[in-house]
T-cell receptor
Framework: AQSVSQHNHHVILSEAASLELGCNYS??????LFWYVQYPGQHLQLLLK??????LVKGIKGFEAEFIKSKFSFNLRKPSVQWSDTAEYFC?????????????FGDGTTLTVKP | DTAVSQTPKYLVTQMGNDKSIKCEQN?????MYWYKQDSKKFLKIMFS???????INETVPNRFSPKSPDKAHLNLHINSLELGDSAVYFC?????????????FGQGTRLTVV
C-alpha cells in the first residue's frame, strides 16, 4: 500500500519569503501525485497535479512542484509567498490501476505567512 | 452549479443519536468517497463507491454505513454517535475509469457530538 510523508508539520514564513514543502511517498509503481490546499474553514482544493510528462508542474497561484522519481518526492515550491497563502497543504498519491482510485494523503503542513 | 455538494454543513447532535450526511456530485464522475478529517487536520479515507459498488472500506466502525442509490449520490449514515465521531467529513468524487484520479471535494460537514 502506498503511504505519504510530509516532512514539515508547521511552517511559518514572512511575506515574500520562498517556500518549499517536502513530500515523499512510498510505492514502487506508477503514481499520480497531487497537492491540495485547504484555506481556513474551507474544503480541499486542487493546487496542482502530476500524471505524466514534464516532471515540473505548475499550478494555480504561482505554485509549482517537481516530481523526482528516483527520490520518490514531489516537493511544492513558491518563490514568494503572500499572507493569503496561509492554509493547510496536503500532498496525496494515487497508485495508478490499483487501490480503486484511493488517494492517500499526507498528514498536512500548516503554513502561516506573517504580513 | 456546485460540483460536489454536501448537506448539512454543520451538524450538532447528542451522543447515541443516529444521523445522516448526504452528498451529491454533478460532474458525471463514477467514483465517490467519504473522508474524515480530525481535529489535527489528518485526512483519512473511509469509503469509496464506484458505480454504486463499494470498493474501499477502510477500518471504520460498523456504526458507519454508506449508501449509494446511484453513482451521483453517496450518503453516510452514522448510528449511535459517540464523542469521538466529532470531525469534519468530506465527500469527494473522481473519474476512476479515465485513470485520472484527481478528487473534487465537497465543502465538508462539521459534525459535533455533545
Amino acid at each position: 500500500a502506498q503511504s505519504v510523508s510530509q516532512h514539515n508539520h508547521h511552517v511559518i514564513l514572512s511575506e515574500a519569503a520562498s517556500l518549499e514543502l517536502g513530500c515523499n511517498y512510498s510505492y514502487g509503481g506508477t503514481v499520480n501525485l497531487f497537492w491540495y490546499v485547504q484555506y481556513p474553514g474551507q474544503h480541499l482544493q486542487l493546487l496542482l497535479k502530476y500524471f505524466s510528462g514534464d516532471p515540473l508542474v505548475k499550478g494555480i497561484k504561482g505554485f509549482e512542484a517537481e516530481f523526482i522519481k528516483s527520490k520518490f518526492s514531489f516537493n511544492l515550491r513558491k518563490p514568494s509567498v503572500q499572507w493569503s497563502d496561509t492554509a493547510e497543504y496536503f500532498c496525496a498519491v494515487n497508485a495508478v490501476n490499483t487501490n480503486a482510485g484511493k488517494s492517500t494523503f499526507g498528514d498536512g503542513t500548516t503554513l502561516t505567512v506573517k504580513p | 452549479d456546485t460540483a460536489v455538494s454536501q448537506t448539512p454543513k454543520y451538524l450538532v447532535t447528542q451522543m447515541g443519536n443516529d444521523k445522516s450526511i448526504k452528498c451529491e456530485q454533478n460532474l458525471g464522475h463514477d467514483t465517490m468517497y467519504w473522508y474524515k478529517q480530525d481535529s489535527k487536520k489528518f485526512l483519512k479515507i473511509m469509503f469509496s463507491y464506484n458505480n454504486k459498488e463499494l470498493i474501499i472500506n477502510e477500518t471504520v466502525p460498523n456504526r458507519f454505513s454508506p449508501k449509494s442509490p446511484d453513482k451521483a449520490h453517496l450518503n453516510l449514515h452514522i448510528n449511535s454517535l459517540e464523542l469521538g465521531d466529532s470531525a469534519v467529513y468530506f465527500c469527494a468524487s473522481s473519474h476512476l475509469t479515465t485513470g485520472l484520479a484527481e478528487a473534487f471535494f465537497g465543502q465538508g460537514t462539521r459534525l459535533t457530538v455533545v
